[in-house]
C-alpha cells in the first residue's frame, strides 16, 4: 500500500489525527484539511489517490465536495463519512459518485479493510489501463470494459439484471440468457432476475439456492469458481453445453448467467470463457454496488425502482402530519391505489420489463397527483398518496383524477385484457376515519373492498350518463311510497343546515309533487354560510329563491324526469331514484348507502349539469 496519497477533510481536530494516525500506521501518506474549499486547494496543488471526507461540514459540504472532486479530478476516489442515523446522506453521496461510505463512530479495522479493498481496485484498474495502452490489438477487451463500465449506471438490480445478460449475450454471440440473483431479503438464495433472446421463462428454474446446488450447478460452490461448459439437465441429450457465467464478489457468489446457443450455430469456445472470465469482476462488482445500495436504500427514504417515497418513511411522514394535524385543527387524507393482477402481470413479464412497467405507472399517479402530494410505494401495483390539509371531497376529486389517468395511460390500455390490472382507489380523512395510522389504513383497505363489490363495478357503471344510471338503478327497485323522496329531501336540507362546516353536494329534483314541501324546507338554509353546495333541479323560481344558497337548474338538463336525490360529501352518502309514474301513493325506487356508487351518481350529475364538484 506504500505511496497511496490520502486527503482526509474533516472539520473536527480529534477525527483528522485520528484518521491519519490510522492510515499512517498502515504506511499510507496522509494529509488532512478543515473544510471542502481547503480540500479543493489542495487537489490543485497535488495529486491524491482517495479523498476521505465528512458529509456534514460548515461552508462547502460533503456533497457539494464529493461533486466537485470528481469534476476537478475524475480519477481520484472519494470516500464520505456519515452517521448512523443519516444513511440517505450516503445513498446521495454514492449516486453522487462516491466510491464507498463509512458509518460514524469509525472502527478502525474497518477503516482499514475499506481503504485496501479501494487501493486493490485502483491497482486493478491502473493495471488493466497500462496493459490496454500496450496492446491496441486487445481491441475486443476494450469493447467489453466499455460495456461493463456501463453496468455501474445501474443501481437498480432489476435493470442491472438485464443489462448483464444482454452485455454477456452481445460478447458471447449467445441467443439466449438467463441470469438468478442474489437478493438482499434473502442472501444465498438465487432469484430468477433477467432473460433475453430464445427463452422460456416458465421453464426456467425460480430459484437456485447455493446451498442446496443441483448436481450441473455444483462448480458455483468452488472457491474461486470461473466461467464453465455444462448441458443442462431439462435440454435433450443432443443439446450444445451452455455457458456459465458466475458472478462473484468478495468470495462470495451473487448471481449466475446461462447462455444457449452461439448465433453461428458452433459451440461455445475456450475464448468465450476467456472473455466471460474478463467480464466477471466488473459484473460482480456491479452487482455488490447494486445491492449494496438497494440495502441502503431500504433503510433510507426511496424506493428505488419506482422513484416513489417507501413505507417507512410514507408511515413516518403520517405520523407527523398527524400530530400537526392534531395541534392545528387541519385536515388531512391518504389515498391508496391498487392495480388487481399486477403479480400476475409480473409473472408474466420479465423482471426488467415489470420494474420499468411499475415505474412508469408510479410516474402517471404522480403527474396526477399535486405538487404538495407525497406518493409512496407500497408493493406490486399498490400505492398509498398523503394529501395534506385535503378535506374528504377534495380527495375523492383526486381520487377520481388518478384513476382517469390510469385508465387512460398506455401501461394499461395496451396490455391483453387477461393481463390488463382493474384499479381499485380509496380515500380515508384525518380525523373522520381515523386519529392513527393503523385506523387509517385499516378505513382504506375496508374502501378498497367496497369499491371491488360496488353495484358501479358489477353493473358496469363506470361509463354511463347521469340519465343511465338512474335507468339501471331503476331496473333494481323495490315498491315504494311517493312522498319518500319529499321526506329523504327535507331530511338531508335539515342535516346540511345543522352541520354548515362540512363540505359536500346535495342534489334534488322533486318531482312535481314533492318540489312545495322542498322549496319550504330549503328556507332553513336562508342565511346560513354552508359548505356544501345544494342544487334544486325545479321548472321555476318562486320570489322567495333569490338570497337561498342554492343553485336553481331546470330537471330537463339531468337527461330524466325521474325524481331523485343524492348526497355526496363529508356525511354519510345517500341517494335515491323514484320511477316518475306513480299510481296513486305507490312508485318503484331504488335507494342506496354505497359509498362508490353515490360518488359515481353525485360526480356524473355533477359533470351532466356542468356543475364542478370539489372546486
Known amino acids: 500500500m506504500h505511496g497511496t496519497r490520502v486527503l482526509v477533510v474533516d472539520d473536527q481536530v480529534y477525527f483528522r489525527v485520528f484518521l491519519e494516525e490510522a492510515l499512517g500506521a498502515e504506511d499510507y501518506e496522509v494529509e488532512t484539511v478543515g473544510s471542502g474549499e481547503e480540500a479543493l486547494a489542495r487537489l490543485g496543488e497535488r495529486d491524491f489517490d482517495l479523498v476521505l471526507t465528512d458529509l456534514v461540514m460548515p461552508g462547502m459540504d460533503g456533497h457539494e465536495l464529493v461533486q466537485r ?90 435493470s442491472l439484471a438485464d443489462r448483464i445478460v444482454e452485455v454477456l449475450c452481445l460478447e458471447a454471440n449467445a441467443h439466449g440468457g438467463v441470469l ?56 435433450g441429450d443432443d443439446a450444445r453445453a451452455a455457458l456459465y457465467v458466475p458472478l462473484r464478489h468478495a468470495g462470495r457468489v451473487l448471481g449466475v448467467v446461462r447462455l444457449t446457443d452461439r448465433l453461428d450455430g458452433r459451440e461455445f469456445s475456450a475464448a468465450d470463457r476467456d472473455l466471460a472470465d474478463r467480464f466477471l469482476p466488473y459484473g460482480g462488482q456491479a452487482v455488490a454496488n447494486a445491492m449494496r445500495v438497494r440495502a441502503l436504500e431500504r433503510r433510507s427514504f426511496r424506493e428505488p425502482t ?22 392545528f385543527g387541519r385536515p388531512f387524507s391518504l389515498l391508496r391505489v391498487v392495480l388487481d393482477q399486477a403479480p400476475t402481470l409480473r409473472a408474466r413479464l420479465a423482471a426488467g420489463e415489470y420494474a420499468i412497467w411499475q415505474k412508469r405507472v408510479a410516474e402517471h399517479v404522480s403527474r396526477a397527483a399535486r405538487g404538495t402530494d407525497l406518493v409512496a410505494f407500497e408493493g406490486d401495483g399498490q400505492f398509498c398518496l398523503l394529501l395534506p390539509e385535503t378535506e374528504p371531497l377534495g380527495a375523492t376529486v383526486l381520487k377520481r383524477r388518478i384513476r382517469s389517468a390510469l385508465e387512460r395511460c398506455a401501461e394499461l390500455r395496451e396490455l391483453a385484457a387477461e393481463d390488463r390490472p382493474t384499479p381499485f382507489l380509496a380515500t380515508a380523512s384525518f380525523p373522520g376515519d381515523g386519529v392513527e395510522v393503523a385506523a387509517l389504513d385499516e378505513a382504506l383497505t ?40 319529499e321526506q329523504v329531501g327535507k331530511l338531508l336540507v335539515a342535516e346540511v343546515a345543522r352541520r354548515p362546516h362540512e363540505r359536500g353536494m ?16 330549503l328556507e332553513r338554509l336562508r342565511g346560513a354560510d354552508t359548505r356544501t353546495d345544494v342544487v334544486m333541479l325545479a321548472n321555476g323560481i318562486d320570489d322567495t329563491a333569490p338570497g337561498l344558497p342554492v343553485t336553481w337548474v331546470s330537471p330537463l338538463r339531468s337527461g330524466t324526469e325521474a325524481p331523485f336525490v343524492v348526497y355526496y360529501g363529508e356525511g354519510p352518502p345517500y341517494a335515491l331514484v323514484r320511477d316518475a309514474a306513480a299510481d296513486g301513493g305507490e312508485t318503484a325506487f331504488f335507494h342506496t348507502d354505497d359509498p362508490v356508487l353515490v360518488e359515481q351518481l353525485a360526480f356524473q350529475l355533477g359533470r351532466d349539469l356542468g356543475i364542478p364538484i370539489g372546486d
Open 69 to 158: 472532486v470528481r469534476e476537478q479530478c475524475p480519477g481520484t476516489d472519494v470516500v464520505v463519512v456519515t452517521s448512523v442515523g443519516s444513511v440517505d446522506s450516503a445513498v446521495e453521496a454514492m449516486r453522487g459518485g462516491a466510491t464507498d461510505y463509512l458509518v460514524k463512530p469509525v472502527d478502525r479495522a474497518a477503516l482499514i479493510r475499506a481503504m485496501d479493498a479501494i487501493v486493490e481496485r485502483r491497482m486493478m484498474r491502473d493495471e488493466h489501463e497500462r496493459l490496454m495502452a500496450e496492446n491496441l490489438e486487445f481491441m475486443g477487451a476494450f469493447t467489453l470494459y466499455e460495456r461493463a463500465l456501463g453496468l455501474f449506471a445501474n443501481l437498480s438490480p432489476e
Open 180 to 235: 438468478w440473483l442474489d437478493s438482499v431479503e434473502q442472501p444465498g438464495r438465487l432469484r430468477l432476475a433477467g432473460v433475453r433472446g430464445l427463452v422460456r421463462v416458465e421453464n426456467e428454474a425460480e430459484e437456485i439456492d447455493l446451498q442446496a446446488l443441483p448436481e450441473h450447478l455444483l462448480r458455483l460452490g468452488d472457491e474461486g469458481a470461473r466461467s464453465f461448459l455444462q448441458t443442462p439437465p431439462e435440454a
Open 306 to 327: 419506482t422513484g416513489a417515497y417507501n413505507q417507512a418513511y410514507f408511515e413516518d411522514v403520517t405520523r407527523n402530519e398527524i400530530r400537526k394535524a392534531s395541534r
Open 446 to 485: 375496508q374502501r378498497i373492498e367496497e369499491d371491488r363489490q360496488s353495484l358501479v363495478r358489477g353493473l358496469d357503471l363506470e361509463a354511463s350518463p347521469f340519465r343511465g344510471l338512474v335507468d339501471a338503478l331503476l331496473a333494481e327497485a323495490k315498491p315504494g311510497r311517493v312522498e319518500t323522496t
Open 506 to 521: 346535495l342534489f334534488v329534483a322533486p318531482g312535481p309533487e314533492a318540489e312545495p314541501g322542498l322549496r319550504e324546507a
